[in-house]
């Protein structure tokens, strides 16, 4: 069985530019979460899709969105780089079941310069 | 607020040594606990979760964790750490009835050869 899957591995950007992360969970998961993990911070919930609906976002401004398309694979978007948004972005899956353990992907390393 | 606390930020056992990693959450009723492993640059994995029963969890890799209701503690051992142990070790929680996960911020994990 394939795991979660994230796609580009690493992404340098400029300050001011829009990133686009992506996400594939692991097949029959329809739960996606987003998590920033930037340097000395842990991780910090971004987002949580269900069924194709946000159903719940972190303490982070509008500039972060995302969707969840019909096959349940995410995208996380970042608009308006600035530089503190350089960090590891993780992306996990779960079936929608509550206390289920929650399944990562690799992340992806976004540098903004 | 429910929040999870890992008050070790940094600890460091020499290999062969025991080791136990500190877990305290702070909610009202019991929640899903779990324990995840992150080797550098790479995603979560999960060690070993607690959802009820026996408090005393076995999971991967040799670690065993210990819910304590009295204490609101789920704390992490090892009996003999292996170099490859070297890692950072995140507990976290899933309220009972909610798909809301709390991480805590993380212990880094260095063994001495």
């Known amino acids: 069985e394939a795991g979660v899957t994230q796609s580009p591995t690493h992404l340098i950007k400029t300050r001011g530019q829009q990133a686009t992360l992506r996400c594939s969970p692991i097949?029959?998961?329809?739960?996606v979460y987003w998590y920033q993990q930037a340097l000395g911070l842990g991780l910090q919930f971004l987002l949580w899709?269900?069924?194709?609906?946000?159903?719940n976002r972190g303490n982070f401004p509008p500039r972060f969105s995302g969707r969840q398309f019909p096959n349940y694979s995410s995208e996380l978007n970042v608009n308006a780089l600035e530089l503190e948004d350089s960090a590891l972005y993780l992306c996990?899956?779960?079936?929608?079941?509550?206390?289920?353990?929650?399944?990562f992907g690799p992340g992806t390393r976004l540098t903004v310069l | 607020a429910q929040s999870v606390t890992q008050p070790d930020i940094h600890i460091t056992v020499s290999e062969g040594a025991s080791l136990e990693l500190r877990c305290n959450y702070s909610?009202?009723?019991?929640?899903?606990l779990f324990w995840y492993v992150q080797s550098p640059g790479q995603g979560l994995q999960l060690l070993l979760k607690?959802?009820?029963?026996?408090?005393l969890v076995q999971g991967i890799k040799g670690f065993e964790a210990e819910f304590k209701r009295s204490q609101s503690s789920f704390n992490l051992r090892k009996p003999s750490v292996h170099w490859s142990d070297a890692a950072e070790y995140f507990c976290?929680?899933?309220?009972?009835?909610?798909?809301?996960?709390?991480f805590g911020t993380g212990t880094r994990l260095k063994v001495l050869a």
């Open positions: 996990a899956s779960s079936p929608r079941v509550t206390g289920n353990e929650q399944f």
């Open positions: 097949s029959g998961h329809t739960s």
């Open positions: 899709y269900d069924e194709g609906e946000e159903r």
């Open positions: 909610y009202g009723a019991t929640p899903y």
């Open positions: 607690y959802f009820s029963g026996d408090t």
């Open positions: 976290a929680v899933v309220i009972s009835g909610t798909y809301k996960y709390i």
